[in-house]
């Protein structure tokens, strides 16, 4: 089974709209850390927010912010008033605790933002 | 403030040949990671290190040697190159926080490679 779920390959959005990114992650660990990144078609990956497992409240960073819904293991990502900059790839990505020192992310298969004048 | 520098940007190569992909962050990060990204795919993850002199296997080790000699430095070794390890690599690194672990982290532009 995928721990990473991301369910909109792509995705087409008028400029200023608000844009949700939906990402289902599957962990049976009660201590996990959610992040997304950003991949321009220049190729970086751009960390964008991190939402830990135990954060009482949604994170936020800017235009961004997290839907966290722990019960429905759900993490999605709001971008609020989109931009032409936006437009890009989008990946959610878990960190685990219980990997006995192990470290890295695991990433699903991203979604294809772009963003409409 | 370089961050994580990968070289070289793009290698072309042919079957059987080996080669370095080079890695190197100037944060004095703990851990180290690299990983492959293939098209329609995420990111998988190849080997990671927590160290220098201490590093592990990811989701997909098969066909990668890594070794961690310094902080600074995690080169991935192709031993004998195949067409089904053309990819674009990324290495990454981010410090070790303790209890927290909210460490993101940092990506290096990636290597582009083709096997032929």
């Known amino acids: 089974a995928q721990k990473i779920t991301q369910t909109q390959p792509g995705m087409f959005v008028q400029e200023k709209e608000a844009v949700t990114l939906d990402c289902t992650y599957d962990?049976?660990?009660?201590?996990?850390?959610l992040f997304w990144y950003k991949q321009p078609s220049s190729g970086e990956m751009i960390f964008l927010i991190y939402?830990?497992?135990?954060?009482?409240q949604n994170a936020t960073e800017g235009r961004y912010s997290l839907n966290f819904q722990k019960a429905r293991k759900s993490a999605n990502l709001v971008i609020s008033a989109s931009q032409l900059g936006d437009s890009a790839m989008y990946f959610c990505?878990?960190?685990?605790?219980?990997?006995?020192?192990?470290?890295?992310?695991?990433f699903g298969k991203g979604t294809h933002l772009i963003i409409q004048p | 403030n370089a961050g994580v520098t990968q070289t070289p940007k793009f290698q072309v190569l042919k079957t059987g040949q080996s080669m370095t992909l080079q890695c190197a962050q100037d944060?004095?990060?703990?851990?180290m990671s690299w990983y492959r990204q293939d098209p329609g795919m995420g990111l998988r993850l190849i080997h990671y290190?927590?160290?220098?002199?201490?590093?592990d296997q990811g989701e997909v080790p098969n066909g990668y040697n890594v070794s961690r000699s310094t902080t600074e430095d995690f080169p991935l070794r192709l031993l004998s190159a195949a067409p089904s390890q053309t990819s674009v690599y990324f290495c990454?690194?981010?410090?070790?926080?303790?209890?927290?672990?909210?460490?993101?982290?940092?990506f290096g532009d990636g290597t582009r490679l083709s096997i032929l």
């Open positions: 990454a690194s981010r410090p070790f926080d303790g209890a927290g672990d909210r460490q993101p982290q940092h």
């Open positions: 939402q830990g497992s135990y954060d009482q």
């Open positions: 990505a878990m960190r685990e605790a219980s990997g006995g020192g192990a470290d890295g992310l695991t």
């Open positions: 944060m004095n990060h703990e851990y």
């Open positions: 962990t049976s660990d009660p201590s996990y850390g």
């Open positions: 290190s927590v160290g220098a002199g201490i590093t």
